[in-house]
Structure formats: C-alpha cells, structure tokens
C-alpha cells in the first residue's frame, strides 16, 4: 500500500463532476472576508488537448465560475494503471516540494491534483508560449547570449534540486517551458515534467533500468545492459543532459549523429566534434562548458554548483544573487560542536 507524504495530501482538491465541469471546493478560513469559515467553489471547463504521450495527456482547462488565481491551467491526466506503473507519488511530492516560493522560479507551479476510480489529474500553470523545443523548431539555432540566460536558469532549478537531494532524470528543450521571452520581455524558463524524477539517498545508486529520452542520455546509461545492474550518479547524468541541450540550442543539431559516434567518443574523449558549433560562431568559453559537461567519465563532469561558476555561463548570472550551499554540506557534529566550544559555562 502506497504512503501518501503529508506534503502530497495537503495539495489534493476536493472535487466534484458534473457533465460539463470539474469543481473544487474551498474553505478559506485566512480569506480576505476574515471569517473563519469561508466556502467557495470553482468550475473548471475543459477545452484544447495541449500534449499526449506515453504518460497520458495534458489538457487546457479555464475557470469559468468563482474567485481564482489563474485562469487556466494545464492538467496531466493519467491512467491509475501508468500513474503507478512511473511511481506517481515521487512526481507529486517533488512537484509540491519545488512549487514553494523559494523554488517557483525555476519550476514549473503545482495547482493542486485530483482523482477519480480510473484517473489521476495533476494541474499545473498553463504557458502559452509553450516548450523551448517548439522555439527552437520556429526559430533555429539560438544566438549565444539568449542560450546562455537559459542555460543559468535551468541550470539553477537543476543546482536545488541536486542539493534537496533529487535528480530530474529527463533534461530537455521540450522539458523546459517559457513563461516570457523577448523582445516582449526578458528571458524566464522553468523545468518541468518529474514524471522520472526521484529523490536520490545517496551520490550513487544502482540502476537496473533505464528511463529518459535516449538522444540526451548519458553516455553510461545509453551502454547500459538490460537486466543487469551498475552504480550510477544521476546527477552527473542530469549534467550530461545539459550539455547536449546546449549544444542543440546553439546549432539545432544533435552533438553525436549516431550512437556510434557517442560510443567512439566514450572510448576516446579527445575525438569530441566542435564543427557544428564552430559553424555556427560558437565562443571559445561555451565550447570549453559543454565540453566539461560532457565528459564521457561521470565523475570528471562539472556539478551543478561549479558550472554555475564557470567563465562561460558567469558573466550572466543576475547580480545579488547567492545560492545557498547544500544542506549537507556542514555535518551535524561540527554545527554540535560550534555551539559547544561557543556557549560560556554558566557562572
């Protein structure tokens, strides 16, 4: 039997059906009327299929009834039967976790879930702009600077989720969707889909199977042999995902054209192809960044807190801002230990 976290179930809606709307009823006792019993519904009316895929389909949705925050949104719907097949649990507790507003910048806003006998419903912000894989599809290859905002802003999603402890596992443009963008206004991308996401115990684990899209996997991954089991770091294996993301931002082509070209690099990390990024005027410094995230051995790989730093991606970091290092990056007994030799012994 599957234990629902407490986090998890304070975000299920209360909800009701009838033949044309999905309702939700609210008690909010902290509302602005200041009573302490405050009833409300809203009426949700379904309209446009937005995606469908493996995992089910996403579906707009506008409030056509009641006091809302947002006017639309976009809900997953999932069959039972594949919601538990990918551990639906692990993608709602990451999605409540990182919607809290220290983190909602860099991801994608839960709304609240529900569910039926045969369903599992996941909303979430709605953004008309879509997936930075449907603007590179319009536009082309990305010009350095605009590629590089990008690239800090993911990579600073993927820097809190590394240090809670969880690895996305599926780092892509069509993962990544725009809330804004110029010349309307300034670059914002948040992460999305954590329907492989996990939470990791440790810095490696053992992996008896392999899930992600196969053109952005590691190296270590894609050579993987079914059945068997290896020791994996899924972080290093986030960070891979990155530099190829990065590489077909800047040329709208893949880094290796086959698996064999990946496999041949493997085997020899110093046959690493720069044409397609010098063909299209690549810098020196982002050349060097893709490379350090690509590093066929995953231990070799930047971390996330390191790229951040690197010469490339640097310069366009937003001034004032400090990310807090990992939560355990100081151990309890050394925190025990400061407040010992620091408190004065009583008179």
């Keep these: 039997m599957t234990v629902t976290p407490d986090l998890v179930r304070d975000n299920k809606l209360e909800t009701s059906f009838d033949d044309k709307f999905t309702i939700h009823h609210y008690d909010d006792s902290d509302g602005e009327e200041h009573r302490r019993s405050n009833q409300r519904s809203e009426y949700w009316e379904e309209s446009e299929q937005l995606a469908r895929g493996g995992f089910g389909e996403v579906f707009l949705q506008r409030c056509v009834k009641g006091k809302h925050t947002h006017e639309f949104r976009a809900v997953k719907k999932i069959a039972w039967s594949r919601a538990r097949q990918f551990n639906y649990m692990s993608e709602l507790e990451i999605i409540a976790k990182f919607s809290h507003k220290k983190y909602s910048r860099c991801f994608v806003k839960l709304l609240g879930w529900y569910d039926t006998d045969d369903h599992l419903f996941i909303a979430m912000e709605y953004f008309p702009l879509g997936d930075l894989q449907q603007y590179i599809r319009k536009t082309g290859p990305m010009g350095e600077e605009d590629v590089c905002v990008i690239i800090y802003q993911v990579l600073e999603g993927l820097h809190y989720m590394h240090r809670e402890g969880f690895v996305h596992r599926d780092v892509k443009p069509a993962n990544v969707l725009v809330s804004s963008q110029p010349p309307q206004g300034e670059w914002w991308v948040k992460l999305s889909d954590f329907g492989i996401s996990k939470r990791i115990e440790g810095f490696t684990e053992i992996l008896s199977t392999v899930k992600g899209t196969p053109q952005y996997m590691a190296p270590e991954l894609v050579t993987h042999e079914p059945g068997s089991a290896i020791q994996v770091d899924y972080r290093a294996a986030d960070i891979w995902s990155l530099g190829e993301m990065v590489h077909r931002m800047l040329t709208a082509t893949a880094t290796f054209s086959s698996f064999h070209a990946l496999f041949q690099y493997a085997l020899q990390p110093d046959s690493f192809q720069f044409h397609e990024l010098s063909k299209h005027g690549a810098s020196s410094n982002v050349k060097s960044f893709i490379r350090s995230l690509m590093n066929p051995t995953p231990k070799r790989r930047l971390t996330s807190d390191k790229a951040l730093e690197h010469t490339w991606i640097k310069p366009y970091k937003p001034s004032g801002v400090n990310l ?24």
């Design 324 to 347: 807090a290092p990992s939560r355990t990056s100081t151990p309890a007994y050394a925190i025990f230990l400061f407040l010992f030799v620091s408190t004065p012994f009583p008179p």
